[in-house]
């Protein structure tokens, strides 16, 4: 039986017991899913698992285990699994409302990936066969290598068939085959332009930013949507006006509120209407915490983050060198 | 979605809209125009970040922009813009007024305030043309007239620049998946509303629209552009395929209701459970409020910074918790289905009550841009459907 | 910067979003948390040409802190001030508190519909108000107190938590003196002193039972008073379209344009804030 296949049977079997379980669906959109919320048997045939499911599902687990009583079910890639491990380690949400339902993984296409190469053309249909896909936009048809789309994470992934934690485990029936990369080699190749460079990069990508908080709703550790400070008017923190230099401020908020709290599923670049290549401020504060406190995020349920937490020594902090 | 299976015909609808060539530019003229004119106006058109491959309306000045070497930027007519034009007259922030708290010279206890217009920058002054709208963009700017510009209570600021533009509307060659105007009583060329309405050519752009006030433009320039009567036969040959080919393209969703009908179903279904249903995945962000061509919700903000600030608007979405949170904590609408259902409500039912027309106009930005797929056209069908009433005219 | 020149000419009288520079005149506690302000536009003219119908509102500013909607609760018949009742909920309405006397406000009114009067000549009226909901109630009862000869019996009922927490509690001592209207009073729980009517007003509205014919009934509170009261009113069997309350949603431009008050297809800056039940009831969308 397919992956797919056995998902299904396996959700059959625990929809008794669970209040709703958050999957994918197929979506009207080429090379797109959307997100999907089984309460009853009959909609469980509308499941799909295959390499498009790019979604992180864990952006659901904080407010559904808010809203209902008794116990949610989510699908998740073990990739998507450390937000959870995340949240629980922070005391965000109780580990024992969510059954984590976790799929082998065998890589997931990165469509953003697709749209810039066919420069702003609309991708009208998609075709995967083997190891190639091809785009037909009405205008122009194109053919890629799937090896070259994949979602810049899945390069680096080492957990794709182990998640951290799970309630169930399904295997991926199609191994995981994806030439891997350095953790984090963009960012080392972004570091080595000089430092206007770089700057001129933000001005640049940020001059489109409209501040619709789409990066901050879809991430599932931010969970303070609904009284963010970035829109309060006491204190008042930020302007609301809609600027470009609001718009970096914003991100850096961002950046502070996630650090050593980010495990980097890249939601927040997926999602961004003007493409503004964000998580790379993310990756770059999980680096410099990595080097500060030997913590990366969303690996075991029962660490302490080091941001969470005091220590009174430091091992990386030499006080003597801060004064 | 179902084929358009309405057969118009191409012949009505171009005789309907009484559409004839009134003037042709070959592509290469474009630019040269554009230059001429640009003494006194300024230019806004479609420009493409080859770098990211993003289209949003730029000024056209920037296609000659070399300084900058990371990007490189070009006039894409065909595809729809990532944003809408609406911030070229309802710009994302805009100042108000300023104001400065001033020791009054006269009694040493008193403080008085001054009010200062702000700081009105050139490009604000200057006539602009918009180019390359498209007509269901034009369709939002007449329903801005609509809200900003009607009544006794009209809006200044949005008035001031909706006066000194002039849009050039260009006619959709392309017709998109996420497209469906006629849905929502448009079509890709409809230029009823703009100034002057042009068609894409191979070689060549036509002018099938010229407003009397505008004429000016051509007349000042006819050296670039073909008289009526010197228009060679292939042209029209050209726009007649062009049209009937989109209009085959169009998807006919909503059933052929009328928008009556659809604000109907709307009102019917609005405390049923077809919301809490549809709505479980959407995570309350602003991305399809922003980049809709039609809507118009701002906040009012003060800014103060020791004793002067200034009053600005900025863009609001209906869809933020805080949209309708009280001083007292009391919100009214404080679930995400709520907030959604208004949005629907306000864009199908509400404006339909107040203007009879629906605040919609088909461009699907809102479908492309949902990080969790929310699609209108899904729920707005789904109302339709449950309201059993409403026949699927399609089938007949 | 020359005005004149400028294209956006837009501190004009044609700019809607300007407000109009108000002086705060008195400052009276009503309550521990609510204060009614009384302001002078600084333009003469215009203060001497200021109309307002009873139950338009104003967005009174603090310049820095905000603007918030407020109703204009002075009599309508006079040109000597304007008054409003703030109670302490939030910043703009704590940058109100913090006034003295003599500080610059700003203003934008009138805005919004008002009582119909007119359709309520030769009836009997009913005000119902609790807690600061006393307010917009006022400017029709100068009304219609100086217009005494067009209405018949005129009864107002009011309930506050405690009495410290009555309003306009001068205006209540001379009304009650008065032959023109019959007053009730009522607070929450008895207390030490008070020997008027004790308990919720919906209660107290439902003991007193006012007969609906040829009443006109205007209830304005809290929500969920005003929750109540309608059911006792319908128990009453007033008719919907006897009835009308005022609204509050949050508002910012005042003048239909930022979208954001809107209940239904209905603007409250614009067909409010006052409204038959017969015409909410009539909208989708609850305006509990």
């Avoid at chain 1, 799970?166 to 984090?184: A, C, T, V």
């Avoid at chain 3, 040409?49 to 018949?77: A, D, H, M, R």
């Avoid at chain 3, 009453?236 to 979208?259: H, N, P, Q, V, W």
Wanted: proline share 4%.
């Amino acid at each position: 039986m397919g992956t797919e296949e056995r998902l299904k049977e396996k959700i059959g079997n625990l929809i008794d017991d669970l209040k709703v379980i958050v999957g994918y669906t197929k979506s009207n959109i080429p090379l797109r899913v959307n997100p999907l919320f089984i309460e009853k048997k009959e909609e469980i045939d509308k499941l799909i698992f295959n390499n498009l499911c790019i979604n992180n599902l864990a952006t659901y687990s904080y407010f559904l285990s808010q809203e209902i009583d008794g116990k949610i079910g989510i699908i998740l890639k073990p990739c998507d699994v450390k937000a959870i491990v995340q949240l629980v380690a922070e005391g965000l949400i109780n580990r024992e409302k969510i059954k984590i339902i976790s799929v082998g993984c065998n890589g997931v296409i990165d469509y953003k990936k697709i749209q810039r190469k066919i420069n702003g053309l609309k991708i009208a249909s998609a075709d995967i066969t083997g190891s190639s896909i091809k785009i037909g936009t009405g205008e122009k048809d194109f053919e890629f290598n799937i090896e070259d789309i994949y979602a810049e994470k899945c390069y680096v992934c080492r957990i794709y068939d182990k998640p951290p934690i799970y309630d169930e485990y399904i295997e991926n029936d199609i191994k995981f085959n994806i030439r891997s990369k350095e953790e984090y080699e963009d960012l080392m190749e972004f570091e080595k332009l000089s430092l206007e460079e770089i700057y001129s990069f933000w001005e640049h990508e940020f001059s489109r930013c409209i501040r619709c908080y789409a990066c901050r709703n879809i991430c599932p550790l931010e969970v303070c949507r609904d009284r963010c400070i970035a829109q309060l008017d006491q204190p008042h923190w930020q302007s609301q006006k809609i600027t470009s230099s609001e718009g970096k401020f914003f991100q850096l908020i961002r950046v502070m509120h996630l650090a050593g709290r980010c495990v980097e599923c890249g939601e927040c670049e997926r999602v961004c209407p003007s493409n503004i290549p964000i998580l790379k401020l993310m990756k770059k504060m999980n680096r410099e915490i990595n080097k500060l406190f030997g913590f990366v995020p969303g690996l075991a349920i029962d660490s302490k983050p080091p941001l969470l937490t005091f220590k009174n020594i430091e091992k990386n902090i030499k006080e003597e060198e801060l004064i | 979605m179902t084929k358009n299976n309405r057969n118009i015909g191409n012949k009505d609808f171009m005789e309907k809209q009484k559409i004839k060539i009134i003037s042709i530019i070959k592509k290469n003229n474009l630019f040269l125009f554009f230059n001429k004119i640009s003494e006194k106006l300024d230019i806004y058109l479609p420009v493409q970040d080859l770098k990211n491959g993003i289209i949003d309306f730029m000024d056209w000045r920037c296609i000659d922009n070399h300084e900058n070497n990371n990007t490189e930027f070009v006039m894409n007519l065909g595809e729809k813009t990532k944003k809408s034009p609406k911030f070229l007259l309802f710009p994302s922030s805009e100042s108000l007024f300023e104001f400065e708290y001033k020791k009054n010279l006269d009694k040493a206890d008193m403080v008085d305030i001054e009010l200062k217009s702000s700081n009105i920058s050139d490009s604000n002054t200057r006539k602009k043309i918009i180019f390359g709208i498209k007509p269901c963009d034009m369709a939002a700017i007449k329903m801005f007239d609509l809200v900003f510009g009607t009544g006794e209570k009209r809006d200044t600021y949005y008035l001031d620049k909706r006066n000194y533009s002039i849009f050039i509307s260009v006619g959709c060659s392309k017709i998109h998946p996420d497209c469906f105007c006629t849905s929502v009583g448009g079509h890709p060329f409809n230029f009823e509303h703009s100034d002057i309405g042009i068609v894409e050519l191979k070689e060549a752009y036509a002018i099938v629209k010229l407003n009397e006030d505008v004429k000016w433009l051509i007349e000042e320039n006819k050296d670039l552009f073909e008289k009526e009567s010197s228009i060679d036969e292939k042209y029209y040959i050209e726009l007649n395929k062009i049209i009937s080919g989109s209009e085959e393209k169009m998807p006919c969703i909503y059933r052929n209701a009328s928008p009556a009908e659809i604000s109907d179903s709307m009102e019917k279904s609005f405390n049923t459970e077809i919301w809490k249903k549809n709505t479980k995945k959407c995570i309350s962000c602003a991305a399809c409020t922003y980049v809709c061509p039609t809507c118009v919700c701002f906040n009012i903000c003060d800014e103060i910074e020791n004793l002067s600030g200034e009053r600005f608007r900025c863009w609001d979405y209906c869809m933020n918790y805080y949209y309708t949170l009280e001083a007292s904590g009391h919100n009214p609408r404080s679930e995400i289905y709520q907030r959604y259902r208004n949005k629907i409500n306000c864009k199908y039912n509400y404006y339909y009550k107040r203007s009879k027309n629906i605040y919609c106009v088909g461009c699907g930005r809102c479908v492309e841009v949902c990080p969790v797929g929310m699609d209108i056209r899904e729920i707005v069908s789904s109302v339709l459907e449950s309201d059993k009433k409403v026949p699927d005219k399609v089938k007949e | 910067m020359n005005l004149k020149d400028n294209l956006n000419n837009n501190l004009d009288d044609s700019n809607l979003y300007i407000p109009e520079i108000c002086t705060v005149n008195k400052i009276t506690k009503e309550t521990p948390n609510i204060i009614s302000l009384q302001i002078i536009i600084d333009d003469r003219e215009k203060m001497q040409k200021f109309k307002f119908q009873p139950g338009q509102v104003g967005q009174l500013s603090v310049f820095g802190y905000g603007e918030s909607t407020f109703v204009i609760n002075s009599s309508p018949s006079s040109n000597d001030f304007l008054q409003f009742t703030v109670m302490k909920t939030g910043v703009t309405t704590a940058a109100i508190h913090n006034l003295s006397e003599g500080e610059k406000v700003g203003l934008r009114a009138p805005l919004g519909n008002w009582f119909p009067y007119k359709d309520m000549e030769g009836k009997n009226i009913l005000f119902v108000g609790g807690g600061i909901g006393l307010a917009p109630l006022r400017p029709l009862l100068f009304h219609m107190l100086e217009d005494r000869s067009k209405y018949n019996k005129l009864t107002l009922l009011y309930g506050a938590r405690t009495p410290d927490d009555i309003c306009f509690k001068y205006d209540i001592e001379n009304w009650e003196k008065l032959k023109d209207i019959e007053v009730f009073l009522t607070i929450d729980n008895a207390c030490y002193g008070w020997d008027k009517e004790v308990g919720l007003c919906p209660d107290v509205l439902e003991k007193l039972a006012p007969s609906p014919d040829n009443t006109i009934a205007i209830t304005c509170g809290p929500p969920v008073m005003i929750k109540y009261t309608l059911k006792v009113l319908e128990k009453l069997k007033f008719a919907d379209s006897t009835i009308y309350t005022t609204l509050e949603r949050r508002m910012k431009c005042g003048i239909g344009k930022c979208g954001r008050c809107n209940l239904g297809e209905k603007f409250v800056c614009m067909d409010g804030p006052v409204f038959s039940l017969k015409e909410l009831k009539g909208l989708c969308e609850s305006f509990i």
